[in-house]
């Protein structure tokens, strides 16, 4: 099992940056895919970028070249640097860990965080 904590939301204005931060129970590099994910007020939650144990990472389009995922293995901690923000961006952040456990046979696991708010302010 997987415990999850999220942290670094907050307010901020439009054009501003936000660090979050997602402290893992036990070692990032044993899970296959962690990500982020965001929901809006009324909106389906929707994946923002996800690294794998590899250090591969994906995006959605509309943040491309704006937010910045990493992961560091010392502290068990992955991270999502969002830099010029958008009202847009406004949410709820979640983190994800998810993948495959292999013990004769596969379990497969998936885990979220409890949420961090972030409100970025026209």
């Known amino acids: 099992q997987v415990q999850l904590v999220e942290s670094g939301g907050g307010l901020v204005q439009a054009g501003g940056s936000l660090r979050l931060s997602c402290a893992a129970s036990r070692s990032i590099l044993s899970i296959n895919v962690m990500g982020w994910y965001r929901q809006a007020p009324g909106k389906q939650r929707e994946l923002v970028a996800t690294?794998?144990?590899?250090?591969?990472?994906n995006y959605v389009d509309s943040v491309k070249g704006r937010f910045t995922i990493s992961g560091d293995n010392d502290k068990n901690t992955m991270y999502l640097q969002m830099d010029s923000l958008k009202p847009e961006d406004t949410a709820v952040y979640y983190c994800?860990?998810?993948?495959?456990?292999?013990?004769?046979?596969?379990?497969?696991?998936?885990?979220w965080g409890q949420g961090t708010q972030v409100t970025v302010s026209s």
């Open positions: 690294i794998t144990s590899g250090g591969s990472t």
């Open positions: 994800n860990a998810r993948g495959v456990i292999y013990s004769g046979t596969y379990y497969p696991y998936d885990y």
